[in-house]
């Protein structure tokens, strides 16, 4: 079961509006925009390109590769890899209006021949026509929090993957026990349900068949990368009042706290993940 599409729909209701009103920004200093004049706008996880680049090397990702990305959002990790390394990307997208800036952000970039992005729920890949054992490695940065049903979710991963093909995940985990106002801000500011320990996340995806798998704890990098997004946000406060209404500027603040406190508590953690099948 997916976590309720309301729930997500809430957290990211603001993303659209943001991103134009700062691309129209960017168009105005400059016509023909490439990926990298896209890259402060659509990378919604942590750490940049800088994270893209580490998990390209880690899947090895050449001009000859078939990748997917999982939860693509508006495409930003597609487009950086297919520009970058050549390859060929497909991106699956649950939310219909991100999915949208995503496709018209790939012909903006001239990049719709190498990046090809769909709309649909990766928990329910049967209507999306992605054949079994298709690529050669899948990449999934900040998505599977937002996900509870982990058996489907890693079958389906286990699936589309050729064999000995490798995967790459950016995700939240539960460092120790989740006191309930943390459960609740995570299930009602981050549209996150259900958070699995290290333990569990190794189990389930050795479950279906993944090897070779290590977890690498990124709390350290994290950390200080989230406290900067938020005293950014705020130190630009007035800048954003200017550009959006009060609601989505304290809707930002709020969720960006919410993270560095999660994150600050020692409860939550991020980690990547990565392996073979
Ligand atoms: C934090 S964003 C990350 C987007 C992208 N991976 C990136 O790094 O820019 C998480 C995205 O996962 C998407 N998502 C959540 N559940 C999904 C599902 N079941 N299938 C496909 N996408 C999903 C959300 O709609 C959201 O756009």
């Known amino acids: 079961m997916l976590v309720s599409s309301p729930a997500i729909a809430s957290m990211y209701r603001y993303r659209v509006q943001r991103f134009w009103k700062e691309f129209d920004l960017i168009k105005q200093k400059q016509a023909n925009l490439t990926v990298t004049d896209l890259t402060s706008l659509d990378q919604y996880h942590y750490l940049g390109t800088s994270a893209v680049d580490h998990a390209a090397e880690i899947l090895k990702i050449s001009n000859h590769s078939q990748v997917l990305d999982i939860g693509s959002g508006i495409g930003g990790t597609s487009r950086y890899l297919a520009w970058k390394y050549g390859c060929q990307v497909?991106?699956?997208?649950l939310q219909e209006q991100l999915h949208q800036v995503g496709v018209q952000m790939n012909e903006v970039t001239h990049l719709s021949d190498r990046v090809k992005l769909m709309q649909g729920d990766f928990t329910d890949i049967s209507d999306l026509a992605i054949a079994d054992r298709s690529f050669d490695s899948w990449i999934s940065l900040n998505?599977?929090?937002?996900?509870?049903?982990r058996t489907t979710l890693f079958q389906n991963c286990a699936r589309v993957l050729k064999p000995e093909g490798r995967f790459y995940i950016e995700d939240y985990y539960a460092a120790q026990d989740l006191p309930e106002g943390d459960r609740q801000a995570l299930a009602e500011i981050i549209a996150c349900p259900y958070l699995p320990s290290r333990e569990q996340y190794l189990a389930d995806l050795e479950k279906v068949g993944f090897q070779e798998i290590e977890f690498v704890d990124m709390s350290a990098l994290w950390q200080?990368?989230?406290?900067?997004?938020?005293?950014?946000f705020e130190a630009q406060r007035e800048y954003y009042q200017v550009l959006f209404d009060v609601d989505m500027v304290n809707s930002y603040s709020h969720f960006y706290q919410t993270v560095v406190n999660l994150f600050n508590s020692g409860n939550v953690s991020g980690a990547r993940i990565y392996g073979t099948k």
């Not at 998505?143 to 049903?149: E, M």
């Not at 200080?224 to 950014?232: A, T």
């Open 90 to 93: 497909m991106g699956v997208e």
């Open 143 to 149: 998505v599977f929090l937002h996900i509870c049903d």
């Open 224 to 232: 200080p990368w989230l406290q900067e997004r938020y005293q950014k």
